[in-house]
């Protein structure tokens, strides 16, 4: 009989809601046929059958939250299926040796190893590292493959099954009130901020700046981008200057790493973009932004935005953004005070775009205008620092044909 645990998919989950069970007590099942689908603070995931073989008891129904390593599902190897179905045909001489015949198929792997079991993180990694996950001795359960197993191999040792914990009684609902169950993704969003405002000191500087030069730029490049099929919006040159300027303040562009006391500044321009789904908030990443055209950027954002939308990014997709940005401007509001993406040092949210009177050479005249909040780790970044970044970014959107000439 084979345990199947909840794998770590990557990046050090600790815990998933089983979503949906595809299959029931009793089916036959098919190895990496697909059994359950489970939501992580990072993905939804779609956990796959370890081997050929009946799924004997399901131990968690769906809804709940399981910690990684938590027994899921017991199920019967196709071995061990034919072996029980062809006990009443065999004449057992004594009750010890049905005894000890029966001991062995409770307690003996699945015979024959065939394809190295893994989940598709692991399977993408070993891709990358060139291993031949044939060659590596899994330790996770059945013998599945996890990522620690890759560097360096190492044996499995078989493990008891965990009966499930009982839930925790809820406090009694109020009348007029409703109670909704803190988990999936919401509660991981809700852990994720406590830390960021527990572990960093946050300020906000907030400025505005005119969109009336960079509107025309982009009304003037849409027709082209159409003919790419491609949807062009302001974020992308949002994220030109955001990266030109990311390369001249350094420490914008780096993280503490409280375990060593170091400042860790990054040479590479991962750009989340904070994404609102029905599910939550989700920060898709726009990896090496810098290197990439406009067009580039505009095409990347929109399929992510989609499959954020969708749930089905990839734990690479939504992972080591380096600075994050809020555009909560098609919604609305003028000022915000965003909380840090961890262990990033600094987030800007976009506002609404919208015309104002404003004075420029003593004269009033009406300018399309937008504002912005730029939150920033106080440890690493002065308020001086915050507002030249700021400035910097002012400068080259106000002034597009600068940022063409500054693009690398």
């Given at each position: 009989?084979?345990?199947?645990?909840?794998?770590?998919?990557?990046?050090g989950?600790?815990?998933?809601?089983?979503?949906?069970?595809?299959?029931?007590?009793?089916?036959?099942?098919?190895?990496?046929?697909?059994?359950?689908?489970?939501?992580?603070?990072?993905?939804?995931?779609?956990?796959?059958?370890?081997?050929?073989?009946?799924?004997?008891?399901?131990?968690f129904?769906?809804?709940?939250?399981?910690?990684?390593?938590?027994?899921?599902?017991?199920?019967?190897?196709?071995?061990?299926?034919?072996?029980?179905?062809?006990?009443?045909?065999?004449?057992?001489?004594a009750?010890?040796?049905?005894?000890?015949?029966?001991?062995?198929?409770?307690?003996?792997?699945?015979?024959?190893?065939?394809?190295?079991?893994?989940?598709?993180?692991?399977?993408?990694?070993?891709?990358?590292?060139?291993?031949?996950?044939?060659?590596?001795?899994?330790?996770?359960?059945?013998?599945?493959?996890?990522?620690?197993?890759?560097?360096?191999?190492?044996?499995?040792?078989?493990?008891?099954?965990?009966q499930?914990?009982?839930?925790?009684?809820?406090?009694?609902?109020?009348?007029?009130?409703?109670?909704?169950?803190?988990?999936?993704?919401?509660?991981?969003?809700?852990?994720?901020?406590?830390?960021?405002?527990s572990?960093?000191?946050?300020?906000?500087?907030?400025?505005?700046?005119?969109?009336?030069?960079?509107?025309?730029?982009?009304?003037?490049?849409?027709?082209?981008?159409?003919?790419?099929?491609?949807?062009?919006?302001?974020?992308?040159?949002?994220?030109?200057?955001?990266?030109i300027?990311?390369?001249?303040?350094?420490?914008?562009?780096?993280?503490?790493?409280?375990?060593?006391?170091?400042?860790?500044?990054?040479?590479?321009?991962?750009?989340?973009?904070?994404?609102?789904?029905?599910?939550?908030?989700?920060?898709?990443?726009?990896?090496?932004?810098?290197?990439?055209?406009?067009?580039?950027?505009?095409?990347?954002?929109?399929?992510?935005?989609?499959?954020?939308?969708?749930?089905?990014?990839?734990l690479?997709?939504?992972?080591?953004?380096?600075?994050?940005?809020?555009?909560?401007?098609p919604?609305?509001?003028?000022?915000?005070?965003?909380?840090?993406?961890?262990?990033?040092?600094?987030?800007?949210?976009?506002?609404?775009?919208?015309?104002?009177?404003?004075?420029?050479?003593?004269?009033?005249?009406?300018?399309?205008?937008?504002?912005?909040?730029?939150?920033?780790?106080?440890?690493?970044?002065?308020?001086?620092?915050?507002?030249r970044?700021?400035?910097?970014?002012?400068?080259?959107?106000?002034?597009?044909?600068?940022?063409?000439?500054?693009?690398?």
């Amino acid at each position: 009989m084979i345990e199947f645990r909840l794998p770590d998919v990557g990046e050090g989950m600790h815990e998933g809601e089983i979503t949906k069970w595809l299959i029931k007590e009793g089916d036959f099942v098919k190895q990496d046929q697909p059994v359950l689908e489970v939501q992580t603070d990072k993905v939804n995931a779609e956990l796959t059958s370890p081997t050929t073989g009946v799924i004997t008891k399901i131990l968690f129904a769906e809804g709940e939250t399981v910690e990684v390593g938590t027994t899921l599902y017991l199920i019967q190897g196709e071995n061990e299926v034919a072996a029980t179905a062809a006990e009443p045909e065999k004449v057992v001489a004594a009750p010890q040796a049905r005894a000890v015949e029966a001991a062995s198929i409770q307690t003996a792997p699945t015979a024959g190893r065939g394809r190295a079991l893994a989940t598709p993180y692991v399977r993408q990694l070993a891709r990358e590292l060139s291993i031949n996950l044939e060659d590596v001795i899994g330790t996770g359960p059945a013998g599945r493959v996890t990522e620690s197993d890759l560097k360096p191999y190492s044996d499995g040792e078989q493990v008891q099954v965990e009966q499930p914990a009982k839930a925790a009684v809820s406090e009694p609902q109020k009348e007029g009130e409703e109670r909704i169950p803190l988990k999936g993704i919401r509660k991981k969003i809700a852990e994720h901020m406590m830390k960021s405002v527990s572990l960093i000191p946050h300020v906000t500087h907030m400025d505005e700046l005119e969109m009336d030069a960079v509107k025309e730029w982009r009304d003037r490049l849409k027709p082209y981008a159409e003919t790419k099929n491609v949807k062009l919006t302001f974020l992308p040159f949002f994220i030109k200057a955001i990266v030109i300027a990311l390369k001249e303040f350094k420490t914008l562009n780096a993280s503490i790493d409280e375990k060593t006391n170091e400042i860790v500044l990054k040479h590479y321009y991962h750009i989340g973009i904070a994404t609102d789904t029905k599910e939550g908030l989700i920060v898709p990443v726009v990896k090496h932004a810098d290197q990439k055209s406009i067009f580039e950027l505009a095409a990347e954002i929109s399929g992510l935005a989609a499959r954020a939308k969708e749930g089905s990014l990839t734990l690479d997709q939504i992972t080591g953004s380096t600075f994050t940005i809020s555009n909560v401007g098609p919604i609305g509001g003028l000022y915000a005070t965003p909380i840090i993406n961890h262990p990033e040092a600094a987030i800007l949210a976009l506002h609404k775009m919208e015309p104002r009177m404003v004075v420029r050479d003593w004269e009033g005249v009406i300018r399309l205008m937008m504002n912005m909040s730029l939150s920033f780790d106080h440890r690493l970044i002065d308020g001086v620092t915050a507002v030249r970044f700021t400035n910097r970014i002012k400068e080259l959107l106000e002034n597009p044909n600068l940022l063409f000439a500054e693009m690398k």
